[in-house]
Each structure stands twice: as structure tokens, then as C-alpha cells.
């Protein structure tokens, strides 16, 4: 053996190696941290800068989740209820499709939590053919307004504890000569006010890492809501978390996306308020959300259909339905959040299923719902499964946001 041979046979290790694997290493590492212990599979797609894709093909199987609000623990069950997770929390739904309309954030103190169980979902899916599709919700335009009304103290707390670990990671970057400098954050606070006027002081580190990651290109939101749609389309079902009016449409679905896109990166600085504020916009409205269809304009909402082809029906979240899910106009408006968060009215979980042949159908929990309609099922279809209900089932509960 030569003297410059590597001891015991091993193949000499390549040094200039060291800042990349060490810098990815420490990636992973805060990641398993902040995410509740989650290993993120490679993603299949690397490049955040592909277009947001709009319109989906009819999947074999469809399924819609409505709002979540920082609640893994329902999150999860409303999952296993539909058969896309199995008790090891891995994806287990083969090619289906899956919409989550929005509302991820705020009443609750797994946010990011859940942004980072949906983002490990959305690869391992794409693994067999599956698809999980992320949007969103007034909360999530909230947040990266810096409007934090709604935030809970465990909400700050994770916020806070996402932000220590940051630090950490970028701290030992720096131990390493050679990591490249893209890889490091200059500073996480830029520009953030070391103080916020009305916020008491034991909170304002949390408020000052909320708004670090939640800003126009904040680490968070560029990393997670920056991939979400705020409007799309999936074979004969248009998603919105609102709801959507003609205007809408006549903007542009396309272009919907990606200026709400856009300005989350932090490419532009402003985006339309039609889009994203107000009540008459798309993740806003509440023009079809009321309990009788005699309260929502079914021929507006016609006219919507009429003008987005192939469509036949709108899902929307955002008002919460006491009865459960619903549907008005014909079948052609389904409401979909039950309030199953625990701040937001600790509902049963309940989501809901297309099949190929656009049949739908409500996968639920509610005991109560499968005594009442399950005796017209056939016996194979009772265990947590009920036909879409006649229209006025619910009573609905309003909410400010």
C-alpha cells in the first residue's frame, strides 16, 4: 500500500464536498425540527419558477378538504376518513387527487406543521400518480398582509420556536467556509421594527418571526404559499376558496394565479384587491354560502358556470356549515367547510368525494349523519359514506373571517 493511500482500503473523501453536503444536511435538519420530526422526500420538482398550473384533467377520484386552521390532529383524521393516509401518516391513495381549499392558518398552533405534512404528501403522491393540490384562503392572504387577528399564542409560539431554529441552521452555514452564500440568510429580521405598537413585549419575538416568514418573499411564503392556486379547475369542478364572480373569470383563472403568486414571492408589490380583499373577492366572497338557496344568487352563479368550460358545479370553503356539507343551486354550489378545527367549532371531519363519473359523494364521521341517510346506501357503502344530501340540510354558522 502506498503511503498516500486512504487507511483501510477507503476511498479518499472529496472535501470540496463538505460546504454543499453540510449545507443540505443542515437543511434537513431544521426542517425535521420545526416540522414535528418529518423527513421530506426529494421533490420531483425543483424549480419554483414552473407556471402555476389551472386546469386539471377528471381523476378517477377527487377528493376536497375544506378549512383546516392550524389543526393537524383533523387534519389528519379527515384524511385516513377518505383513505389517503394510512395510520403511519404516509400516502396510501394511489392516483387520486386531492384539493385542500385554503385556510391552513390562524385559530390554531400547528401551521406549519401542516404546511410541511401537505408539502411531504404532494411528493410522496406524485410517487404513484396522486396529486395534492394546496390553496388559498383569505387566512393565508391574511398572514402575508401581516394581519394577524386571528393568530392564537400557539400559533405565535410555533412561529417563534420555526424562527430559533432558522438562526441556528444559518449559524452553523457559517462555521463552514466554502457554503454557498445563497444558501445563508443574511439576516432573518431585514427591515422587520424591533417593536410593534398594542403587542405586549413577551410577544413581540413571536410577531417579529411571524412576520419574517409570512412577508412577500418570507421564507415561508415563497417556500409554501407560493405553490398554492387561488383558483383551479379540476375536470367539471372549479375550486375557489370563496367563490368566484364573473369578473373573476373575465380576469383571467390563469392570470389570477399568477399575479396572486407573484406578489407573495415578492416579484410584484401589489396585486389586485378584486382578487384578494374585500368581500366580493375570490377568497372572500359569501354570495353562495348562505343556508337557503333562496339567499344566494343561483342565476349569478349560472352564469359563472356557463362561462368556464366543461364546468358544472363550484366548491368553495371559507363559511363554515354546522349540518355538514352541502350543496345549493341545483347541486351546483358545495360547501365544504364543516369547522372541524378545534378553533374553529371542533367539528366532525367530513370531505368530499368525485368519482370518474362525477358521482358525488360525502365521506364523514357524523354518527348522526350515517343514522339519519345511510338506510338508502347500499350495505357496502354505510361505513362513513352518505350520498350528496338535498339541498337546505345545514343550518350555517357565519363568520367574520
Not at 467556509?177 to 413585549?201: A, Q, Y
Not at 412576520?211 to 409554501?224: D, T
Not at 374585500?278 to 352563479?301: H, P, Q, T, Y
Request: hydrophobic fraction near 40%; include cysteine.
Amino acid at each position: 500500500m502506498k503511503s498516500t493511500d486512504p487507511p483501510n482500503g477507503l476511498a479518499a473523501v472529496n472535501c470540496g464536498l463538505l460546504p454543499s453536503l453540510l449545507s443540505s444536511f443542515v437543511d434537513t435538519f431544521v426542517d425535521f425540527s420545526v416540522s414535528g420530526g418529518l423527513f421530506l422526500p426529494p421533490d420531483p420538482l425543483k424549480s419554483s419558477s414552473n407556471p402555476l398550473q389551472t386546469v386539471f384533467p377528471q381523476p378517477s377520484r377527487l377528493i376536497a378538504i375544506g378549512d383546516l386552521h392550524g389543526d393537524i390532529i383533523k387534519a389528519k383524521q379527515a384524511l385516513r376518513l377518505a383513505g389517503l393516509i394510512g395510520l403511519d401518516d404516509r400516502w396510501s391513495g394511489g392516483s387520486a387527487t386531492v384539493v385542500q381549499v385554503g385556510d391552513i392558518f390562524d385559530r390554531g398552533g400547528d401551521e406549519i406543521k401542516l404546511l410541511y405534512f401537505f408539502e411531504k404528501l404532494k411528493r410522496e403522491a406524485a410517487k404513484t400518480g396522486g396529486l395534492v393540490i394546496t390553496m388559498n384562503g383569505n387566512h393565508e392572504i391574511m398572514n402575508v398582509d401581516g394581519d394577524f387577528r386571528y393568530v392564537t399564542r400557539e400559533g405565535l409560539e410555533e412561529f417563534k420556536n420555526w424562527a430559533m431554529w432558522q438562526c441556528v441552521g444559518n449559524i452553523m452555514k457559517k462555521m463552514c467556509n466554502g457554503v454557498d452564500e445563497s444558501h445563508v440568510i443574511k439576516d432573518l429580521f431585514d427591515g422587520i421594527p424591533r417593536e410593534f405598537r398594542n403587542i405586549r413585549p413577551e410577544l413581540m419575538n413571536c410577531v417579529r418571526a411571524r412576520v419574517a416568514a409570512m412577508r412577500p418573499n418570507g421564507l415561508i411564503s415563497n417556500r409554501f404559499l407560493s405553490k398554492n392556486q387561488t383558483v383551479v379547475v379540476v375536470g367539471d369542478s372549479v375550486f375557489a376558496h370563496g367563490g368566484l364572480l364573473q369578473k373573476h373569470v373575465s380576469y383571467g383563472l390563469e392570470r389570477v394565479n399568477e399575479e396572486v403568486r407573484d406578489w407573495i414571492r415578492g416579484a410584484n408589490e401589489k396585486v389586485a384587491n378584486q382578487l384578494v380583499r374585500g368581500r366580493n373577492s375570490i377568497v372572500w366572497l359569501r354570495k353562495f354560502s348562505n343556508e337557503l338557496a333562496k339567499d344566494c344568487d343561483c342565476s349569478m352563479l349560472e352564469h359563472v358556470l356557463e362561462t368556464i368550460p366543461g364546468v358544472k358545479r363550484m366548491i368553495m370553503g371559507h363559511t363554515i356549515q354546522s349540518g355538514g356539507i352541502n350543496a345549493i343551486c341545483g347541486n351546483r354550489a358545495v360547501r365544504i367547510d364543516v369547522g372541524m378545527s378545534l378553533g374553529c367549532g371542533n367539528g366532525l371531519p367530513e370531505v368530499l368525494e368525485i368519482v370518474e363519473n362525477s358521482e358525488i359523494r360525502i365521506l364523514t364521521s357524523n354518527p348522526l349523519y350515517l343514522k339519519g341517510y345511510g338506510a338508502s346506501l347500499p350495505p357496502n357503502e354505510k361505513d362513513g359514506i352518505g350520498s350528496l344530501i338535498p339541498e337546505q340540510r345545514v343550518r350555517q354558522i357565519e363568520v367574520n373571517a
